[in-house]
């Protein structure tokens, strides 16, 4: 087997383009000069640069949409926001948002989330991170492809400044145990909780309409809310 072939990382997300409309398209081209940023091998970020502030900056990973990251960040001008999405379409509806909102203070990127963690931030960076509705991975076989691994809460300790805030949610009972272990494994994170326990929904996390979709069926949702040490 070559050697690329065994270094392969294993990717929490594939590829699906899904509907990538005129509007969204039209969107991308035209404002990812003004919010995208384009990881550039060997360079970290500097978010000064950025945003021309220095605000309190948070980081959603996955942000599906952008409708909860949208609607956050107009909630909070005082705070800077970065969003990760691998997928156009849903790239492309953010930015809509954002144009059609006037906001300034979020940036996108559209990158393997994990090499943006172990490459692209600097060290105590993050005044929280944001982990909302991550793949589930369902099948067994398939669960080393979640993204909540021992792995990924290091690189997140590193980023977090002290006193920072880590909140995670997903509407798979068997992957909120899994986040609840790992988080729990780690000695950088403290639960807002008791320890074991899942968070309320606080109203700083928006209720999507899958989510609202989801409860009208009878699913659940949980919630963890912890705080690196």
């Known amino acids: 087997m070559p050697e690329e072939t065994k270094r392969r990382p294993i990717r929490s997300f594939v590829l699906r383009e899904g509907r990538f409309t005129e509007g969204q398209r039209n969107a991308y081209h035209r404002c990812w000069s003004q919010f995208g940023i384009t990881c550039i091998e060997g360079e970290e970020l500097d978010p000064l640069q950025l945003f021309g502030s220095s605000r309190p900056l948070y980081l959603e990973i996955g942000f599906g949409n952008g409708e909860a990251l949208a609607e956050t960040a107009a909630r909070h001008p005082e705070n800077n926001y970065i969003g990760i999405e691998v997928h156009r379409p849903g790239v492309g509806h953010l930015l809509l948002k954002l144009e059609a909102q006037g906001q300034h203070n979020v940036r996108v990127i559209r990158h393997d989330a994990m090499e943006v963690l172990r490459h692209h931030l600097p060290d105590q960076s993050l005044d929280g991170v ?92 949980w919630d963890l809310l912890f705080k690196r040490s």
């Open 130 to 221: 944001m982990l909302f509705f991550p793949d589930p991975w369902h099948k067994k076989r398939h669960h080393k492809r979640r993204i909540v691994q021992p792995e990924f809460i290091s690189l997140l300790a590193q980023l977090l400044k002290p006193g920072a805030t880590l909140h995670m949610a997903t509407d798979w009972e068997d992957y909120a145990e899994q986040m609840m272990q790992v988080l729990s494994a780690a000695g950088e994170f403290e639960n807002s909780q008791s320890r074991g326990q899942f968070a309320p929904r606080p109203e700083t996390r928006p209720c999507t309409k899958f989510e609202q979709r989801g409860q009208r069926l009878g699913h659940g949702v």
